[in-house]
C-alpha cells in the first residue's frame, strides 16, 4: 500500500447551510481549495435555500463537544474556526473542548472566531444569549475575530457606516480579547472599494480590494474565514494568512455565480477550474 505523510489539518465548528452556498458547505470546499484536510464539528442544522433560511435545528452541545474531541484526539487539528454557534451553551462545549485540546490563545492551535449571528437575508442563526457568551468565552480565546459591521453593532453598538470608522471598531472588538481583529467591509455598500482592516492593539494593516458588482455574495465571509484558517494551519503568521485569505474570497467573489431566485454563492472553485460553469 501506498503511504505517505498526512497533508495539514483544520476543523470548522459550524452550521449545515442545505444550498450548498455558506456555513460548512464553503467551509469545506474552502479547505479542499487550499490543500487543506477539512474536518467539521457540526452545531446546527439549517433548512436554507439562495432565497433565506426557513429552519434550524440544533445540534446538542454534548454532542458538539464530543465530535471536537473525537477528531483532536485521533487526528490532531491545525488550525480551527467557527461559524454559526447557535447558542451559548453550545459556545461552552465547544470553548471546553477546544481548552482540553489546546485550540485558542494559550494553546498551540490556531483559532479563528467568526462571530456569525445572522443570515445574509437577515434570518437569526444565534440566540440572543449566544452574544455574551461569544464576548466571554469566544473572544478571549481567538487568535483572530473576523465580525462583518452587523456583527460589529450587535456586539458593540458601534455603527460603523464609512472606512474611517473601521479602526473604531476594531478597537472596541479588540477589547473582548482577541488577540488579533479582522473587520470586513463588504456591507460599506456606498465605498467603491472593499478595504478591510486587520488590528492587534498597535499594529493596522489596510488589506485593499476591489469592489465587484455582484449581488451573489452568499458565503463570502466563510470562505474568507476558512482561507485564513487553511493558511494558519500550514504555519503562516496571522497577517500573512489574512493577505492570502483576502486573495482567495477576492477571486471567488470574482467567479460569484447564479443560483437558485435569489442570491448565489461565491465561488470556491476559481483555483481548480476557473469559470468552468
Ligand atoms: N462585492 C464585493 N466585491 C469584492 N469583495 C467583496 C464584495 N463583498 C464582500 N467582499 C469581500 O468579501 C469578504 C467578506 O466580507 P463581508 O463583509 O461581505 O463578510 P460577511 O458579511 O461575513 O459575508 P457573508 O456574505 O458571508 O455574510 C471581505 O474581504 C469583503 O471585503
Ligand atoms: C449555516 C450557515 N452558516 C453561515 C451563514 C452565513 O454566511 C449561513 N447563511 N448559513
Redesign the pocket.
Known amino acids: 500500500m501506498h503511504e505517505s505523510t498526512a497533508p495539514p489539518t483544520a476543523l470548522t465548528i459550524a452550521g449545515s447551510d442545505s444550498g450548498g452556498s455558506?456555513g460548512m458547505h464553503a467551509d469545506l470546499r474552502t479547505f479542499f481549495a487550499c490543500g487543506v484536510h477539512g474536518m467539521t464539528a457540526v452545531t446546527a442544522v439549517t433548512v436554507q435555500n439562495t432565497v433565506g433560511v426557513t429552519g434550524l435545528v440544533e445540534i446538542p452541545p454534548e454532542t458538539v463537544a464530543a465530535q471536537i474531541d473525537a477528531v483532536a484526539s485521533d487526528i490532531g487539528v491545525g488550525a480551527a474556526k467557527t461559524g454559526v454557534l447557535a447558542s451559548a451553551a453550545t459556545i461552552d462545549a465547544a470553548l471546553d473542548s477546544c481548552d482540553r485540546h489546546g485550540i485558542g490563545r494559550g494553546g498551540r492551535t490556531p483559532f479563528v472566531v467568526?462571530p456569525?449571528a445572522a443570515?445574509?437575508s437577515g434570518e437569526p442563526l444565534l440566540r440572543p444569549d449566544a452574544l455574551d457568551a461569544l464576548r466571554r468565552r469566544a473572544f478571549p480565546r481567538a487568535t483572530l475575530a473576523?465580525?462583518?459591521?452587523?456583527?460589529v453593532r450587535l456586539l458593540t453598538g458601534i455603527d460603523a457606516r464609512t472606512r474611517g470608522d473601521l479602526l473604531d471598531a476594531a478597537k472596541a472588538i479588540h477589547d473582548f480579547g482577541p488577540e488579533w481583529v479582522l473587520i470586513?467591509?463588504?456591507?460599506l455598500l456606498d465605498d467603491p472599494e472593499?478595504?478591510?482592516l486587520l488590528f492587534n492593539g498597535t499594529e493596522s494593516i489596510e488589506?485593499p480590494?476591489?469592489?465587484?458588482?455582484?449581488e451573489h455574495?452568499?458565503?463570502?465571509?466563510?470562505?474568507?474565514a476558512s482561507a485564513i484558517t487553511a493558511a494558519l494551519a500550514k504555519g503562516a503568521s496571522v497577517p500573512d494568512a489574512v493577505r492570502g485569505g483576502?486573495r482567495f474570497?477576492?477571486r471567488s467573489?470574482?467567479d460569484a455565480y447564479p443560483l437558485g431566485s435569489g442570491v448565489g454563492p461565491?465561488s470556491t472553485f476559481w483555483r481548480v477550474s476557473p469559470r468552468s460553469y
Open positions: 455558506a467568526d456569525v443570515s445574509r473576523t465580525p462583518n459591521l452587523d456583527e470586513k467591509s463588504g456591507h472593499c478595504v478591510d488589506l480590494g476591489p469592489r465587484y458588482a455582484t455574495t452568499h458565503g463570502a465571509g466563510d470562505v474568507f483576502k474570497v477576492t467573489v470574482a461565491v
